[in-house]
């Protein structure tokens, strides 16, 4: 197999990834409902509205940390980033959450799907170019696989409220 | 950027996003200790000490799977694969869970650090030669990409015991 279509191929693997965790995600948050997210995942943990939540703030931060434009919510950040579940007593709906939900989604995919090889392995913009020369790993496509693993580790959770 | 070092990089981030994981799996498995891995992490689900012995079956299947060997502890399978926690009564100590773990990471890590691109784009044992053909990225380090996520998974759910 040629360089080329090896490094393509390896991309293509990584967005995958992050789809079939985003995608599970997705469809666990619609089966669970909103009873089941108002409670939390294990005594005195966070509550699944508030890892869903947490999940779109995160999200939603990958644009403009892969340089892909401005939050869409950035008012979400304060309630579901910075303060802990306990912390703020008004959260947004479920259904608010999921429709933001979806259209992050739609956002990054746009993103994902068409992004070019030299694109995802440029700096994300929390690197400065000074940095990002010595350490190419710090680039798009890294910040992808630890967000995929950051998913993986609330759907964990989010599980053990089936 | 020539392509051939795109592959090697793109190899040597998803290679480092395991290690990440499971390093932090094996400190957090340390930091937990005996008395706490006996709790459930949350009621009525598994064990901490049954998602211990589950990690470490399923990462001593990956040397078959990778055409690496027999697993050194196939007698893990039974009892953390194919059966859910409460099915089996007697289970293997914490500290000779620790020890397996070890010992099955010290193997799997010689092998990680010195496979090459091709033998990592090559395919894993569960898929056919003819399927393979036709879908490439079915390959070894796809299997890594998606037991690093499986064990993101259970290390969320491992810090409920904390």
New interface residues.
């Given amino acids: 197999?040629e360089?080329?279509s090896?490094?393509a191929?390896?991309?293509?693997?990584?967005v995958?990834?992050w789809d079939?965790?985003n995608n599970y995600f997705t469809k666990l948050i619609d089966t669970l409902g909103n009873e089941q997210l108002q409670k939390e995942?294990?005594?005195g943990?966070n509550t699944g509205v508030y890892l869903l939540g947490h999940l779109v703030a995160v999200s939603d931060a990958m644009l403009p940390l892969l340089g892909w434009g401005d939050k869409l919510y950035p008012e979400l950040e304060e309630v579901f980033i910075k303060n802990p579940d306990k912390a703020t007593a008004v959260k947004p709906s479920v259904a608010e959450l999921k429709e933001k939900l979806h259209t992050v989604n739609a956002k990054l995919s746009s993103h994902f799907h068409t992004a070019t090889?030299?694109q995802w392995?440029d700096r994300h913009m929390a690197v400065s170019q000074e940095d990002f020369a010595k350490e190419?790993?710090r680039n798009r496509?890294?910040v992808l696989?630890?967000r995929?693993?950051?998913m993986?580790?609330?759907?964990?959770?989010l599980?053990?409220l089936k």
């Fill in positions: 197999m360089t080329t090896q490094a191929l390896l991309v293509k693997m990584t995958a990834a079939t965790q995942v294990a005594p943990r090889i030299d392995l190419p790993h496509l890294n696989i630890s995929t693993n950051h993986a580790n609330h759907i964990g959770q599980l053990l």
